[in-house]
């Protein structure tokens, strides 16, 4: 163990951490005035929820090992269970920190993986579902999905798909997840007819403005070290990120006729998914070539929504789902060896293309259960009149905004 | 001339906007507002202390119109507005006696 | 008395008061609201899907005047106000029956 | 009928609300606006940049009444509305001619 | 010393400053809008004159050593003052960074905790009288604190109470002091009689996600190192905080019906105070039953204010004062000695009961002195007609939201 | 290469990067509500130009090593174009971390740089114009001074300054390019006449909290190592912003009869800005002189503009200018040699007063030119129409704050 490596993991953690209050204002400027606080809400309660059942048995089943079905790895055991016997060595995983700080920064991916489909479902959902939700979906998607990349898994293992930073364990399965969960939800009352506009962009801009902050933890960190590794994950994070931002604007000024704050956050966010699996595995030029191509393709994906008839209120599937395959697909060409230890070829590609399959699947047919079920056992959506009059007198008895004085 | 009030439902506004721009309506002014009516308030809770908030967000819109069209004004707003539930909202018709268009400084019906 | 309503420009409204006051106008109350009319909106975008918005910010004043005063305070807006493009705004006039000072309990013109 | 504005405090407005439901007004409209007049403004300062602020932070709400409650509900506001500093507010009485219940289409009185 | 410690010190000083602002929209969103220029006015002051008075005099009183009396360490010296002779070097503490970043870390503990204070005279106290106050306090009842717990006086060596991160130094100290300084104020115009609302909740909940994401550095940083021991705290914060916010709005959504935004944070920071004595000596599961009780107690604590009649208009009372004795009373019961080298027992539990009790009686004596003089000299509430029309314009000429345009 | 360095460069790049968020905050609460997007946009839109510049030939041109006219280096090469050779070592620098990390560092500094100029243009400049300018600038401008002062050009080889953070490469020349650009560009619609207030005090309030923070990285990261020299930066930024904002409050309330919350958040800035060249090579005390100083002087330099009638709308010249000017120059007499190495001395001073001309001049004569040529081909200025209606509609089709529900 080194101190320095400690350090950095440590800041990452904070970092990571972050990122979900940073993710609850992004989305929360993005609704009417009368469901912000649903929204934070809804982001925030993962940071109680998953965190408890991440000590008690979550981080066990993700980590404890693999227990194998066949040559396949399939999900870890009890053994680490309420953390009881981590010790304060790192004997468990082996990094030049304690196994304590590795558990702690799974823990903030596992948070902020859950809190990315409440874009999705904005506006609508109950949050006593929406609590139940995160919290069988955690069990049943997350820490199975982790496990299987970075658990020793079969993911890692037997298809040997690379994984920087959570590409398939965070956005492809957050998008996948939360496209099943619209799909048993509805859209919201005026979808397609009224204008639903954000009431207050700033509020947007900040939370992209500590996304982006916090990003450098999520893929800076990911590095497990503070070495010239991390360096270059902080290298191409920034680059991704300001190159999708800028080529976003750029489409929507060749489209509608002018650049937008929210196109510029927007793209922005889109390059930091998409350089998420690949942070560390390219160059800095790679990574300008993998923005372009997120901005753009993911400023046109938007349009899925509206061809497709469903709500995904704040773009989760554009963003997280399409800019997440776009980067996992990508790093398998682009990938450099003088970077990662591994080069682009077409093997890794097609080992990147079965990952996003099978990660795509699973999130989205299991969340499509679980919703199913949570629908008929206790209902997910308010009633019209909640939804009409918001979901914050309806759901928490509260007003973001006071009236007089 | 007359000024038509109304008190509606925020969520009606576009439809009713657009309702009163077919009736041949020339124009519009919107305001945002806390009513207090029959309509129950709601419970507000902040850290235990339960506060009964009467007061439900409203928009009043006001319509300068002439004699002639106000009664398919009102009738309008009347269609449009309503959900049929407590809250609906009312509308007030005043008397004007009389209306100038700044830019042009005509007056009376001419200035609507 | 009147009350005299006029829904202007909110970057007039500074203007508009310093010339009421000189006019003699004892006191004015002012909102904001939205305006729709004859001024085209604007197109507004959010992630590609884009908007008509016909609504203007306006602000609406409102003047209590006794019934001498209102010519001028209506000459005093419909000057200060006008800027000569659409958008420029109205005025409307309306009766009153009784003004109270509440500090007071004055009435009528005493009250204004 | 009449329609009764009212300029108020807005730290007096929970109370009035409930006096006047004690008259048995039925409802009334509540707006946040920005008031001129004896009151004295305040200064702002920013940057070293001093600006005078004459307009003071009031309520307008707006009740209408029957001719018959019209003077109860002037009563009630002047009573519960007088602080007995200058900035107290103003109320206004303008006429009606027509009110309508958006839920029932009920008219006049009947819509109170 | 080791860079890497050294690193993640300064980290952890940058994430504790931060919190001074944290801290001040986390207060700022409950005020009222005529108010919040004042609150947050209240909160950044803190920055400016302690660390003034810190420099000059502060550090060097608590942190020179040990002026005793009979066998009690009492108060330090005038050795450092200016931080003259500091150096370079790590001479003076002999931690494994320099003895500067000692004191700086030490610094922004020294500035948050009178900040806290200012959650409790929200909307009615005179700006000059606060920071008047604040400069007086720091000197007479923070910088003697915090020699005697972490300076080398006799609530360390003598009672042998532990004190992790601040439960005595900062939460008791402050919420005690917020106690005697309303019993001089006298509540707002309308306690208890107007519905006194929130301005800004979605201020308040972005104030308290940056509050949790600085606890990382108070709590972590308070390892003094970069190791198990600060992976370790920034565990236990994470889950006493989520336990807390969750076990708050469980609380809630069984006595009101519905579960809270405000709810939720004010659980959290709940959480967050109760584990900062804790957070080093405590296990995860430890941690959560920490969390479990802060988030129930606290959460009907908030009644007292009501049953007593004092305007804790933001609740430090029920949030720091009593959340700080419940972590450092727990604390003597759930220490293992395989985290900080200390076991839970009766001895251990006795010691940290005598330490709260000094802790409380001398802040709030000591406090109520300093206010009466104060309030006898200059006046520290403001007139009844600037209350009414806010403190905004009233103290500094300012207002908070444009009005036009 | 030492990990625990590497940490501290990593965090400090994650620090700075967000000021510029955090700058956007800052002047985002002071214009009024229809262009508070525009002016968000301006700000962060150097997150995306400026870093796919600095990385294509930016960086090369400021650190490949320097091109020499007589004994003076100029310029750097294109050999680094594209980060394409940096590599996963520290030969370039030959800093105790990556090179790749250093790079990273720069760049965050050459991002907020022209993000600082944006100050002075609000509610007036054409989006498109200042996406070229600051392109256009950052080649011309920044890059230039960076290689002079920090990349072995002759402001350090020759005149031997001192710049510990940037006051040259940054403040100094961010406010003269902000001169020139106001000269070409003219005074707002009603500068001088109208009330132009702040739409949202506590927006800028929030921006100088995380300004603050921030500055930690751009200071403390400075050193170049997690180490005693970055705990003093620590201490004097600290030191310095504290004393600044309370002077500057003490100041206005001398003047206007109210300490303001912007003045003191206002004061802060300038602390941070007079710091910023001399954190590592004063003691606490002296920054403290140095605060107190920059504190009255920038509050007193902000009647400049009304006197010379410059609509520096937001005072960029007032406080970075100013304050940078400051800051560089008493550098020369307060340095000790027990900190940074260099005593003040009439020589130091002499050569700190010849860089802040260089400087000065350099990028206000430039600017001016490239503003000129500008506005020639393409026109920086909104129309009158756009401009009373607000940049939000006219540039970005947005609006900040939702109307109804
Ligand atoms: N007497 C009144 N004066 C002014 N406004 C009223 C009055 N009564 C109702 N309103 C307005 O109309 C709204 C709806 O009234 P309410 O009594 O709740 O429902 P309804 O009109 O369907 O009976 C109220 O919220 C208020 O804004
Ligand atoms: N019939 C009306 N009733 C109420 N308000 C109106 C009406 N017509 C216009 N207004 C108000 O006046 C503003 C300006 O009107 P508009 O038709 O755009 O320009 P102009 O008055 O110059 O013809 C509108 O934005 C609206 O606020
Ligand atoms: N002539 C007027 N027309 C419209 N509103 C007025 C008028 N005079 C006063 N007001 C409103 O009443 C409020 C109080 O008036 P002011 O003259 O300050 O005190 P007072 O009514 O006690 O004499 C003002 O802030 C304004 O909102």
Redesign the interface.
Known sequence: MESGHTAWLLTSCALVLLMTPGLAFFYGGMVRA?NVLGMLMKNYVAMGIVTILWILVGASLAFSGSTTIGDYGVIGNFDLWGLRDLGQSNDHFGLPYPDNVQMMFQLTFAIITPALIAGAIAERMKFTAWAVFIGIWSLLVYVPMTHWVWGGGFIASNIEALDFAGGLVVHINAGAAALALIMVLGPRI?FRK??IRPHSLPLTILGAGILWFGWFGFNGGSALAANAAAGNAFLTTQVAAATAATAWILAEAFTHGKPTTLGFVSGAVAGLVAITPAAGFVSPLGAMLLGLVAGVVCFYALRLKFMFNFDDSLDVVAVHLVGGIIGSLLLGVLAEEAYGGVAGSMDQFVSQAISVVIALVYSFSVTFVIAKVLDMVMGIRVSEEEE??GLD?ALH???AYG?VE | ???V???????R??EI?DAL?ETGV?????????????QSG??????????E???V????IEV?VDDVLAPAV?DT??RT???????????????????????T?ERGND?L
């Open positions: 009368k005026g009224e204008a009409r009059g007198l008895e509260e007003q009236f | 001339m007359k000024l009030i109304a008190y509606i439902n925020p969520f506004l576009d906007r721009k020339s124009g519009l002014t919107a305001i945002n507002a806390q009513g207090f009516g029959r709601h419970t507000e809770t902040y850290r235990g202390a339960e506060y908030v009467d007061m967000p409203k928009v009043r300068l009102i707003i009347e507005a309503r959900t049929g539930s407590i809250g609906d909202g009312k509308i007030a018709v005043i008397p004007v006696e009389d209306v100038i268009r700044i830019r400084g200035a």
